[in-house]
Nanobody, 122 residues
Framework: VQLQASGGGLVQPGGSLRLSCAAS????????LGWYRQAPGKQRDLVAT???????NVADSVKGRFTISRDNAKNTVYLQMNGLKPEDTAVYYC?????????????????WGQGTQVTVSS
């Protein structure tokens, strides 16, 4: 399984960015896809996740500003980030819960992308 993330960068406070992450892997289906972030000296925290059916779980700190979506046909998850704040500065990691095709969803394996830097600064 490979996760290829893109879309990070430098943006001014109040600005917007859109992150994308494409998951690939022969023989796997992807249940939950999501984003986590890690600021310097801090633990990795959940930002938002989305199930294959479209149910979302969004951190309180970004509710109303960030929107997660996915394209199941492309196995791609997106994170639209609006109203960015300096405290959103972090490395953002894509996450996938992958299940071998033919097995029950309880046989889920966690995979991580390489991380993409988001910096919010004037």
């Amino acid at each position: 399984v490979q996760l290829q993330a893109s879309g990070g960068g430098l943006v001014q406070p109040g600005g917007s960015l859109r992150l994308s992450c494409a998951a690939s892997g022969s023989g796997f289906s992807f249940n939950a896809l999501g984003w986590y972030r890690q600021a310097p000296g801090k633990q990795r925290d959940l930002v938002a996740t989305i199930s294959r059916g479209g149910s979302t779980n969004v951190a309180d700190s970004v509710k109303g500003r960030f929107t997660i979506s996915r394209d199941n046909a492309k196995n791609t998850v997106y994170l639209q980030m609006n109203g960015l704040k300096p405290e959103d500065t972090a490395v953002y990691y894509c996450h996938a819960a992958a299940v071998p095709i033919g097995l029950h969803s309880s046989y889920s394996y966690d995979y991580w992308g390489q991380g993409t830097q988001v910096t919010v600064s004037s």
